[in-house]
């Protein structure tokens, strides 16, 4: 075999792995958005109260020193209590049918029979045409009940706020820095309210898969295609050789 007969078949099978590894992942990501969208489904069907909720996050808090609290993720809880308006945040480089934007999040103290204060993401606003200037909002001020989707954001890097002007804009949740700037120590989940009939929501965002697991399998399906196709170009030729070769050999 020439160098470059080498070089091309060589070529030919690390495209081939290519296509099919990336099949494979395809058919994980649709396993994981099946898996989301379950998990999103059963929150919804049996939201919890409150105490509840706050209860079985103490006892898996004592069982593990930190926990991940995947056991709560996309559970729909309800509470009431009232916002803290003074103290709200704006999630920068959120976009919402093509408009730029933050997603506004405000403290939320429940009523409850020890203080707890709670991140509350009140849904997406539209930004202001300079960045200078801060999106305006209105907050009721009177007890509000809530149900909320709990979500639990990955943080990836820690970012300091520019300034110290309410509400703060930062761009991503860190909760140590989050319990540093609003002063108080919050619950580390972030609590999204779930539809547009909430107390104090602008445009709710709750956590929802952006492609379905039926998408994920439509791009797995055109990967393992593609891989077909290049695999009976490049070994055709000698399967049809080897045919031709057999027949010969028979008719001999």
Same mark, same amino acid.
Request: charge should be neutral.
């Given at each position: 075999?020439?160098?470059?007969?080498?070089?091309?078949?060589?070529?030919?099978?690390?495209?081939?792995?290519?296509?099919?590894?990336?099949?494979?992942?395809?058919?994980?990501?649709?396993?994981?958005?099946?898996?989301?969208?379950?998990?999103?489904?059963?929150?919804?069907?049996?939201?919890?109260?409150?105490?509840?909720?706050?209860?079985?996050?103490?006892?898996?808090?004592?069982?593990?020193?930190?926990?991940?609290?995947?056991?709560?993720?996309?559970?729909?809880?309800?509470?009431?209590?009232?916002?803290?308006?003074?103290?709200?945040?704006?999630?920068?480089?959120?976009?919402?049918?093509?408009?730029?934007?933050?997603?506004?999040?405000?403290?939320?103290?429940?009523?409850?029979?020890?203080?707890?204060?709670?991140? %509350?993401?009140?849904?997406?606003? *539209?930004? =202001? +045409? @300079?960045?200078? &200037?801060?999106? #305006?909002?209105?907050?009721?001020?009177?007890?509000?009940?809530?149900?909320?989707?709990?979500?639990?954001?990955?943080?990836?890097?820690?970012?300091?706020?520019?300034?110290?002007?309410?509400?703060?804009?930062?761009?991503?949740?860190?909760?140590?820095?989050?319990?540093?700037?609003?002063?108080?120590?919050?619950?580390?989940?972030?609590?999204?309210?779930?539809?547009?009939?909430?107390?104090? %929501?602008?445009?709710?965002?709750? *956590?929802? =898969? +952006? @492609?379905?697991? &039926?998408?994920? #399998?439509?791009?797995?399906?055109?990967?393992?295609?593609?891989?077909?196709?290049?695999?009976?170009?490049?070994?055709?030729?000698?399967?049809?050789?080897?045919?031709?070769?057999?027949?010969?050999?028979?008719?001999?």
């Amino acid at each position: 075999m020439s160098k470059r007969q080498f070089c091309y078949h060589s070529l030919v099978l690390l495209i081939l792995m290519l296509c099919f590894n990336l099949g494979l992942w395809q058919l994980d990501r649709a396993e994981e958005k099946r898996l989301m969208l379950d998990q999103i489904s059963a929150g919804e069907q049996n939201p919890l109260p409150f105490a509840t909720f706050y209860q079985q996050y103490l006892d898996a808090a004592k069982e593990v020193q930190e926990s991940s609290g995947n056991g709560f993720k996309y559970q729909h809880i309800q509470f009431s209590g009232r916002y803290h308006a003074d103290k709200s945040f704006i999630l920068d480089n959120r976009t919402y049918q093509g408009k730029a934007g933050y997603q506004l999040l405000t403290l939320f103290e429940v009523d409850h029979t020890e203080p707890v204060w709670l991140l %509350v993401n009140r849904g997406w606003i *539209a930004a =202001p +045409r @300079l960045r200078s &200037e801060r999106p #305006q909002f209105e907050t009721p001020n009177e007890t509000v009940t809530l149900q909320v989707q709990l979500n639990i954001p990955e943080i990836t890097q820690s970012y300091p706020p520019e300034t110290q002007q309410w509400p703060i804009r930062l761009q991503q949740l860190d909760w140590s820095q989050l319990d540093t700037l609003s002063q108080r120590a919050l619950l580390p989940y972030e609590f999204r309210l779930v539809d547009n009939q909430q107390s104090g %929501v602008q445009q709710a965002q709750p *956590a929802s =898969p +952006r @492609l379905t697991p &039926e998408k994920h #399998q439509g791009y797995a399906l055109q990967w393992f295609s593609l891989f077909g196709v290049l695999l009976l170009f490049w070994a055709g030729p000698y399967w049809l050789a080897r045919l031709k070769q057999t027949l010969l050999s028979a008719k001999s």
